[in-house]
């Protein structure tokens, strides 16, 4: 299974980022008629959404390449000087900071590039400096400054991004959504995590660099879930790890060190799709999208200070309980997690992803139909959360608007 490697590194002239061209958006109301979502239908539909690690671009491919958004106050903005020359489906796009380089896999109905390639492509030069090589279809590539990690169905592989040396691989239960997550402080161990050989298990890596070049390793197993898992996230630090499992109803969050389960959020009584998880970049807040329609925002209560293991308090304490707290010695575990901090519901129902913006208390909710979401929320009172912006950066065959 270890793939072939054929790539020359660019040089540190080229890796410095182009001068930016930015072609404005149009804004919309946000009470316009909604319409029903079938990616089908529209070669300009989203094939892949992600943000990059500092949640300053935004990457989207289709089934005619793929576009690189600035999101730049006030407005989100398309990145002309990193429009590709591209003619096929691309299935991910995962962008390194702002470097002007992304590691791209084909998909779609005509894929540009074969799905079990993944491309490394350079937004100066426009065109592909090298490739990796699987003998299967690529699930999920993750990227930071000194890390390359790509998610194959049944395993994962490690690599160190200026050499593109595989550093470790480790199977997994089967991982169709290529579901991982990857700590993004460069200055920090790198910690990673994804499924593990039992149903709702999550494994978790922690690679360490020693005096003498290598990586030491510590493993740890967490059965998160009775079912099986469908979002995962870790902090930026790595310290903290939120899942989901396929009911949808719980977020759990664990300390990575040990394994620990720090606390409990639900997300509703209802079973739902969970389509995203992040934290915000200092680990109090979590935000969550499902195809229930509403994003929720949980206050973080425990998080791990940066130079021990000692537990930290955080404001997780204002995520409102049960009103029927009486009950919990009829039903604990309904009774004893927290509810929602905060709330913004779509009107549209489509499959969406979160992040937190740079600017503190600022959700940024990107949905499949190509519309574009910046929301605020009171850190202190929570409730409701305020739109201030809405985009509509993708024009789809079946906008009614």
């Not at 054929?6 to 958006?25: D, F, G, V």
């Not at 992304?102 to 540009?112: D, S």
């Not at 606390?263 to 389509?275: C, F, N, V, W």
Request: hydrophobic share 35%.
């Amino acid at each position: 299974m270890c793939p072939a490697s054929n790539t020359t590194r660019p040089t540190e002239q080229q890796a410095l980022q182009p001068k930016q061209h930015y072609r404005s958006l149009p804004s919309s109301d946000r009470h316009r008629q909604s319409y029903c979502y079938h990616p089908e239908d529209d070669e300009q539909s989203p094939l892949f959404l992600a943000f990059n690690q500092d949640i300053t671009r935004l990457s989207c491919g289709t089934q005619k390449g793929f576009r690189v958004y600035n999101l730049v106050p006030p407005s989100l903005q398309e990145n002309t000087n990193w429009e590709p020359v591209l003619n096929g489906g691309i299935a991910t796009v995962e962008l390194m900071y702002d470097r002007g380089f992304a590691a791209i896999v084909g998909g779609g109905e005509n894929p540009k590039f074969p799905p079990n390639k993944v491309m490394m492509w350079d937004f100066l030069q426009r065109r592909c400096r090298g490739e990796l090589s699987f003998r299967s279809p690529v699930r999920a590539v993750k990227l930071r400054l000194d890390k390359l990690v790509v998610v194959l169905e049944h395993k994962i592989f490690v690599y160190e991004f200026e050499t593109l040396n595989l550093i470790f691989d480790a199977e997994t239960l089967s991982n169709p959504k290529g579901l991982c997550a990857i700590s993004g402080a460069p200055a920090s161990p790198f910690v990673f995590a994804c499924p593990g050989l039992q149903k709702g298990e999550v494994r978790i890596e922690w690679l360490r660099p020693m005096p003498d070049k290598k990586l030491s390793r510590e493993t740890n197993m967490i059965a998160a879930h009775d079912s099986h898992l469908a979002c995962i996230a870790l902090s930026f630090d790595g310290r903290l790890l939120a899942t989901a499992s396929n009911k949808g109803t719980l977020i759990r969050v664990f300390s990575t060190f040990d394994g620990t389960h720090l606390q409990e959020l639900r997300r509703g009584a209802e079973r739902a799709e969970i389509y995203s998880l992040t934290f915000s970049a200092t680990a109090h807040w979590l935000a969550v999208s499902s195809d229930k329609g509403t994003v929720h925002v949980f206050g973080i209560s425990p998080s791990y200070s940066r130079h021990s293991k000692s537990v930290v308090s955080g404001p997780g304490s204002a995520n409102p309980g049960s009103s029927l707290s009486f009950l919990r010695g009829v039903l604990p575990r309904y009774f004893s997690s927290e509810w929602s901090f905060a709330q913004f519901r779509l009107p549209e129902e489509i499959k969406s992803i979160v992040a937190f913006a740079p600017e503190k208390h600022i959700l940024y909710i990107v949905g499949s139909n190509g519309s574009f979401y910046k929301c605020t929320f009171d850190p202190v009172h929570g409730g409701e959360m305020e739109q201030k912006e809405y985009v509509k950066f993708l024009k789809l065959k079946n906008d009614m608007y």
